[in-house]
């Protein structure tokens, strides 16, 4: 990461002016077993907060609750449609993962959690005369934006068709399997629900992950001499990865193509180097110098010395807990919002950012 003091990136400031969101208490009016290991959270909205609220399909919601004495804050993308009026999110346990863990575990409805306001990129806003035809893929629990865009697109636009190839290991570990199963079997020509299992061979089902070969032979026979307009993907980079290497023979272009990667703050961070480093963190004009283990992220080290930052989803997707490397070494474990040209200038998401050299200056009154 190159030094470069003092520039501010002028759309970034004001992103993050934008970003930086209010939250609410909001109670948990209802929990829902999806699978063993997933559970979805409906909350309850005041009729005042309602305009705060208002969402698109496909965005998400950053909670945050103490967790063995500290705040901990996790974005979740909500699985009900805007059209719906309810505010629900799914939450997947992750390994080890302290959120997720106490949400399937421990959290009780009547509970209130600390909720930022609705935000995210990867969205669809059909109209009632969209006659679209949506490809959707969504592996594990990258269904949750596409559950909430499915709701959406089928309840709003009567012309509009949807397409879901949604894989994971089995059915008893599938979110949503019952409510895409009968929304399928009432539409069966508007939504057509194509399932992928690696661990269980199931009928009606294929066998394997959503990797080139199987994708290639979809194009070639399911999905054969369909035009699709719009392409919407959630779930791991390489599944990602390939789409975007294939898509563009089936009329995917960079304005119809649009991915949220899956990806949970809660698992392991890479470990990059071992060792300390000496980091200034400048914030609200004061300069505060310790030392860091080079492979703990600089938020997470900001917030142990009981610091303010600004930040939200501690998963490398709402941007602000921006800063400005001004000295020393630094990477980022995920990147999706800053561009070539911003990390170049030195902005980093603190979040996701890991010392690199044994002194460090991050300026987050700069960014
Ligand atoms: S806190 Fe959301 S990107 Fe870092």
């Known amino acids: 990461m190159p030094v470069n003091k003092g ?41 005042e907060l309602l305009k705060d609220y208002a969402f698109q399909a496909g965005q998400y919601l950053t909670l945050a609750h103490q967790i063995e004495g500290k705040e901990v804050r996790r974005s979740y993308s909500l699985c009900s449609a805007p059209c719906q009026n309810t505010w629900k999110v799914g939450i997947k346990k992750v390994e080890g993962g302290l959120f997720s863990t106490w949400a399937n575990d421990h959290l ?82 508007r939504f057509n629900l194509i399932q992928f299992y690696s661990r269980t061979q199931v009928d009606g089902a294929r066998f394997g ?3 080139t070969g199987a994708i290639k032979h979809l194009f070639l026979n399911e999905l054969s001499g369909i035009q699709f307009d719009q392409f919407m993907m959630c779930g791991p980079e390489a599944m990602i990865q390939t789409l975007r290497e294939i898509l563009p023979d089936h009329g995917g272009q960079p304005e ?84 070539d040209n911003e990390v170049a200038e030195g902005l980093v998401l603190t979040c996701q950012t890991l010392a690199q050299s044994d002194q460090l200056t991050i300026d987050y009154d700069e960014a």
Do not use: W
């Open 108 to 189: 009780e409805v009547g509970e209130s959690l600390k909720v930022f306001a609705p935000e995210g990129k990867f969205v669809v806003n059909p109209t009632a005369n969209d006659s679209s035809h949506y490809l959707a893929f969504a592996a594990g629990s990258g269904i949750t934006p596409i559950m909430s865009m499915i709701q959406e697109v089928l309840d709003q636009a009567p012309k509009a068709k949807f397409t879901l190839v949604y894989g994971n290991q089995s059915p008893e570990e599938t979110m949503f399997l019952d409510e895409l199963e009968q929304r399928s079997n009432a539409e069966p020509e």
């Open 256 to 339: 119809n193509m649009h991915d949220e990667l899956f990806f949970s703050s809660e698992t392991a961070v890479e470990q990059t180097q071992a060792g300390q480093c000496v980091l200034s963190v400048v914030l609200d004009g004061e300069t505060s110098t310790f030392n860091i283990d080079k492979n703990t992220p600089v938020l997470d080290a900001v917030l142990n010395q009981d610091l303010d930052p600004p930040y939200s989803c501690q998963g490398g997707v709402c941007s602000s807990c921006i800063a400005l490397v001004t000295e020393g070494q630094a990477t980022m474990i995920k990147n999706q919002i800053l561009t």
């Open 7 to 47: 520039i501010k990136s002028r759309e970034f400031v004001l992103l993050k002016k934008m970003l930086m969101t209010s939250a609410h208490s909001l109670k948990v009016i209802e929990k829902r077993v999806l699978t063993p290991s997933s559970v979805e959270l409906s909350f309850q909205l005041p009729q």
């Open 209 to 211: 992950r959503i990797d």
